[in-house]
């Protein structure tokens, strides 16, 4: 079955990018129609939704953040990536990495990394 | 943006018991809403979606209902394995939003 994989620095420097990648095992990213998502999680806090991606390209931002983001797909690689710029440390959050539809939402997700933004 | 704001915050309950969250939104959202369960250090796993449907997998005692703005999840009979923090997310529009969470202690 299709598993989510997210890899990446666990530690960034302020005013850095943090660059995570989310390989995508047991299928294809192109099938299904889906989209593909990161969400993040500062610890013992809520769900904030970063963005999405379709496979064809097209994209949607959390407008807090929108300034910083860049959501990509590699389809040749099966994965897809995200970069976040100058960051801070109220960015310290584990990132997870998501499947979506427009139904279900994010009914699949990775196991989620810690990314600690601090010098 | 969407505002979710779910209720209770917390709650304390015993196996056995039928459980009840809420969740309002602050827009009408049809039927896009999808509730989700999280256990510490562990990724959300979605429970219900289109605000009745039960994901595959997941046990029947988790039941959702709704539409428009007000929508819940109950637990029939609440598990040991039941205790956790739910979120709520709509799917009507990005960015996709979730509520606060609802976490479930043993009483």
């Known amino acids: 079955q299709v598993q989510l994989q997210e890899s990446g620095p666990g530690l960034v420097k302020p005013s850095q990018t943090l660059s995570l990648t989310c390989i995508v095992s047991?299928?294809?990213?192109?099938?299904?129609?889906?989209?593909w998502s990161w969400i993040r999680q500062p610890a013992g806090k809520g769900l904030e939704w970063i963005g999405r991606?379709?496979?064809?390209?097209?994209?949607n931002y959390n407008p807090s953040l929108k300034s910083r983001v860049t959501i990509s797909v590699d389809t040749s690689k099966n994965q897809f990536s995200l970069k976040l710029n100058s960051v801070t440390a109220t960015d310290t959050a584990v990132y997870y990495c998501?499947?979506?539809?427009?139904?279900?939402?994010?009914?699949?997700w990775g196991q989620g990394t810690l990314v600690t933004v601090s010098s | 943006d969407i505002q979710m704001t779910q209720s209770p915050s917390s709650l304390s309950a015993s196996v056995g018991d039928r459980v009840t969250i809420t969740c309002r939104a602050s827009q009408s959202i049809s039927t896009y809403l999808n509730w989700f369960q999280q256990k510490p250090g562990k990724a959300p796993n979605l429970l219900i979606y289109a605000a009745s449907s039960l994901q595959s997998g997941v046990p029947s005692r988790f039941s959702g209902s709704g539409s428009g703005t007000d929508f819940s999840l109950t637990i029939s009979s609440l598990q040991p394995e039941d205790f956790a923090t739910y979120y709520c997310?709509?799917?009507?529009?990005?960015?996709?939003?979730f509520g606060q969470g609802t976490k479930v202690e043993i009483k």
């Open positions: 998501a499947r979506g539809g427009m139904v279900r939402g994010e009914d699949l």
């Open positions: 047991g299928g294809s990213i192109s099938s299904g129609g889906y989209y």
């Open positions: 997310q709509q799917s009507f529009t990005t960015p996709r939003t």
């Open positions: 991606i379709y496979t064809a390209g097209s994209t």
